[in-house]
């Protein structure tokens, strides 16, 4: 009798195990969602905020840096692959050039630390053996917004690649090419949602391995991006005086408009009564010709003559 009651309870508590079981494989899919939901609606608070800020969308120079993961899908000596690695960085630094703002020259750093291989190295248990660097330079397109901006850009360089075994660290070339999207918050300050690059470089086997010796790498980064220095030019300001002062009624006046007040490499050649508007706009021309004089008709004030007055 004993016997059966423990079997029944037994029975109990497997069936409980297996509904609870189901239902935190229901649950896990679930806070994913909600996750997912979170995330979502922090970034539409996001661009909110950033459309209502002034952001830089002529900047001089940008400087990144985040975190970064490495897939380098590669191998080493005697086939030993290398995994991915979750420890790394990333730094770029972006300077755009003066007459295209969009377009820039880019120096981008990369360093990833503490990878596995597969098998494991039995000397160090393949936790701490494997390491990527990546020293790189070339062009950068980037469009320029007040929330989104997203880019692309291509470059070539050298890569340091150190596999858990069993040959060594090497030096060889890199290159590839990739982009992301950046949410602006304020005009110095952005933040970098998303990059994806991909890097070709190779490590040659001093060891048989059997397999190839090009690395196809994918890398993933996401961090902070200053803005050092924006090039929008301010509005100009301009003034324009009439002379004589006074004069008497009937007599002509000669406005000349004196030099005008504006940036070092703009001038302005405009007067006359749309000189405050016209002035608002940025003139990208270097010195256009100023003429000599500029006449228009204004209303000045009247002095009446002793005779005019007793009449009125």
């Known amino acids: 009798m004993r016997w059966s009651f423990a079997s029944r309870w037994l029975r109990y508590w497997a069936q409980l195990r297996r509904i609870s079981m189901s239902f935190l494989l229901l649950l896990v899919p679930a806070r994913t969602i909600a996750v997912l939901v979170a995330l979502a609606c922090a970034l539409c608070l996001l661009s909110v905020y950033a459309s209502a800020q002034t952001c830089c969308v002529a900047p001089k120079d940008e400087i990144f840096g985040g975190y970064s993961w490495s897939h380098p899908n590669g191998y080493g000596d005697l086939g030993y692959k290398v995994l991915n690695i979750t420890e790394g960085f ?5 300077f755009y050039l003066p007459s295209a703002h969009n377009i820039g020259f880019v120096l981008d750093g990369s360093g990833h630390f ?39 850009r291509g470059f070539v360089g050298t890569a340091n690649l150190s596999p858990d075994c069993c040959g060594g660290t090497k030096w060889n070339v890199a290159g590839g090419g990739g982009g992301g999207l950046d949410l602006c918050v304020t005009q110095a300050l952005s933040i970098r949602l998303a990059q994806v690059d991909y890097i070709y470089s190779k490590y040659d086997h001093t060891f048989p391995s059997g397999y190839s010796s090009q690395w196809n790498s994918i890398r993933l980064a996401a961090g902070v991006v200053l803005c050092l220095g924006c090039s929008s030019n301010p509005p100009l300001s301009c003034a324009a005086s009439a002379a004589p002062a006074e004069v008497w009624s009937g007599d002509p006046v000669r406005s000349t408009p004196p030099a005008p007040i504006s940036t070092p490499s703009t001038r302005s050649p405009m007067a006359g009564p749309e000189m405050a508007a016209s002035c608002q706009r940025p003139m990208r021309s270097r010195r256009p010709s100023i003429p000599r004089a500029w006449r228009r008709e204004v209303t000045p004030r009247v002095r009446l003559s002793p005779i005019q007055r007793s009449r009125r």
């Open 90 to 94: 990333d730094i770029s630094n972006t």
């Open 114 to 152: 503490h990878g596995n291989t597969n098998p494991i190295n039995p000397l160090n248990s393949g936790t701490s053996g494997t390491s990527v660097g990546y020293a790189l330079f070339g062009l950068q397109y980037k469009y320029h917004t007040h929330s989104f901006s997203p880019f692309v």
